[in-house]
């Protein structure tokens, strides 16, 4: 990276801000070092004075990386507004920089300096829609109606959309955000950077090169502790503080989960976020047409401290209120964070999958049962369970007991698909089932090397 031109720190982040549209970390790399070597600089003197007008003067580099951009991303995308703006606008650039030099000359440079600050002000919010995801399709999905819907059911006009939280203040041992969530970070540890695969779910037959792997989480897995449970009443207070340090020093231990938020609704973070930690197991989900498996390294882990119970998950003794008020803001925090697609915001018990029996749910927590709605989130037993339709898993009794007993939609729907594809090819589920199995061997394989990796550099660490 030393070879990097790091003169300009403003053309530096435009560059880096672009750089986002790209999924492929590899091809992102590309670009950046395409982009920050081959600057050049304007050479007459009114390009040299346009280019301190805020955002009129940096329209040609915009439209240049603009270019370089659209050569990156997948032919079907389409490009986002402020990318297509930003191109009119250079299209018309002679008006545009005419209306600023009649600007400059009739109201003399502060009135130049009130245009750039609109302008800025445009590009703005063109970047906090940025800041909701690296992925571009995910964006115009969720900010509109799902926001709206999530509103609602709050019976208010007053649920902020993700650009409205960001990093109030921290201090010694917290980080207070602006829309309310707050994060302890007295407990916070460090682990091994994320490292995984992106499959593809249309085309599983083809794996990702070995140099395609990314390390931004992509999703949340919610998780419960099993902990033993006191009764919730001020006579166990001593004890509700211990048993949550407890849990606390557990998973701080073992690197179990990267947010623990115990039964008075504080949050804590574990495992700081750049880092994987040991909370999904064998598992598998699916966000968009990409497919991740062993998401402890792509998704953050977010632990209540509680115990589940089918059906009778959320209680005031049970996972209450305070910890789904504090669930709910630091979901938004960390979406907003990463972009994190809804979709891609999940439970233990719909991911988790054993490969040596092929059964689902090794894990069962929050099989059934989450407030999805009240985090702000769709609920996902609507979900396909891909590791059914899509890679030859099934399940058992136990498996649907642990849901309360009944099947849900995102089962049944994946049955469904399972016996559509078998048809389709001409076999029977059983045969389908084999040859689906076979693509989620390959796939596994690839990421658990990946994990084997991961769990060598801290032994030696331990050492
Ligand atoms: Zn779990």
């Given amino acids: 990276m030393q070879e990097f031109n790091h003169r300009d720190p403003v053309y530096t982040k435009t560059v880096d801000r672009y750089s986002r549209y790209i999924a492929s970390p590899g091809q992102r790399l590309k670009f950046l070092r395409t982009m920050l070597n081959t600057r050049q600089a304007p050479s007459a003197a009114w390009q040299r004075w346009l280019n301190r007008v805020p955002f009129v003067g940096s329209l040609r580099e915009r439209a240049v990386l603009v270019v370089e951009v659209s050569k990156y991303l997948p032919v079907e995308t389409k490009l986002p507004f402020?990318?297509?703006?930003?191109?009119?606008?250079?299209?018309?650039?002679?008006?545009?920089?005419?209306?600023?030099?009649?600007?400059?000359?009739?109201?003399?440079?502060?009135?130049?300096?009130?245009?750039?600050?609109?302008?800025?002000?445009?590009?703005?919010?063109?970047?906090?829609?940025?800041?909701?995801?690296?992925?571009?399709?995910?964006?115009?999905?969720?900010?509109?109606?799902?926001?709206v819907k999530a509103i609602s059911a709050m019976g208010s006009t007053a649920g902020l959309p993700p650009e409205k939280v960001w990093l109030a203040?921290?201090?010694?041992?917290?980080?207070?955000?602006?829309?309310?969530?707050?994060?302890?970070?007295?407990?916070?540890?460090v682990g091994d950077v994320r490292r995984f695969f992106t499959f593809k779910l249309d085309r599983t037959s083809e794996l990702p090169a070995n140099t395609d792997i990314a390390s931004?989480?992509?999703?949340?897995?919610?998780?419960?502790?099993?902990?033993?449970?006191?009764?919730?009443?001020?006579?166990?207070?001593?004890?509700?503080?211990?048993?949550?340090?407890?849990?606390?020093?557990y998973s701080?231990?073992?690197?179990?989960?990267?947010?623990?938020?115990?039964?008075?609704?504080?949050?804590?973070?574990?495992?700081?976020?750049?880092?994987?930690?040991?909370?999904?197991?064998?598992?598998?989900?699916?966000?968009?047409?990409?497919?991740?498996?062993?998401?402890?390294?792509?998704?953050?882990?977010?632990?209540?401290?509680?115990?589940?119970?089918?059906?009778?998950?959320?209680?005031?003794?049970?996972?209450?209120?305070p910890q789904i008020m504090a669930a709910r803001t630091l979901t938004a925090v960390l979406r907003s964070k990463y972009g994190i697609a809804d979709e891609a915001c999940v439970t233990h018990g719909l991911v988790s999958v054993n490969p040596s029996n092929k059964l689902m749910g090794y894990h069962t927590d929050w099989v059934s049962g989450f407030?999805?709605?009240?985090?702000?989130?769709?609920?996902?037993?609507?979900?396909?369970?891909?590791?059914?339709?899509?890679?030859?898993?099934t399940y058992d009794q136990a498996y649907v007991a642990s849901a309360g007993g009944s099947r849900w939609p995102g089962l049944d729907q994946a049955e469904a698909k399972l016996k559509e594809s078998a048809s389709r090819d001409g076999i029977s589920v059983e045969q389908e089932r084999a040859a689906l199995w076979s693509d989620f061997q390959r796939a596994y394989a690839m990421q658990h090397a990946l994990d084997r990796e991961r769990a060598r550099g801290e032994s030696e660490q331990a050492e």
Avoid: Q
């Fill in 169 to 189: 203040e921290s201090g010694d041992g917290y980080e207070f955000y602006s829309n309310g969530a707050r994060i302890l970070t007295e407990m916070e540890i």
């Fill in 82 to 147: 402020s990318l297509k703006l930003t191109a009119l606008l250079y299209k018309l650039r002679v008006a545009v920089y005419a209306a600023a030099l009649v600007v400059a000359f009739s109201f003399g440079i502060g009135a130049v300096y009130v245009v750039g600050r609109i302008s800025a002000s445009l590009s703005v919010s063109t970047e906090a829609k940025e800041m909701n995801g690296s992925s571009p399709n995910h964006i115009a999905k969720r900010d509109g109606s799902e926001a």
């Fill in 252 to 321: 701080r231990e073992h690197r179990l989960y990267n947010y623990v938020i115990d039964r008075f609704g504080r949050t804590y973070r574990v495992v700081r976020d750049e880092y994987a930690a040991n909370h999904a197991g064998n598992s598998l989900w699916s966000v968009g047409k990409n497919i991740y498996v062993n998401l402890s390294a792509s998704f953050i882990g977010v632990c209540f401290e509680g115990k589940y119970e089918p059906g009778a998950a959320i209680g005031p003794d049970a996972i209450n209120e």
């Fill in 371 to 393: 407030p999805f709605e009240a985090l702000g989130l769709s609920n996902k037993s609507s979900s396909e369970l891909v590791a059914v339709s899509r890679f030859g898993f």
């Fill in 216 to 249: 931004k989480p992509v999703g949340i897995v919610f998780h419960i502790s099993e902990s033993d449970i006191v009764p919730f009443n001020d006579r166990n207070n001593s004890s509700l503080k211990h048993a949550s340090r407890g849990l606390l020093e």
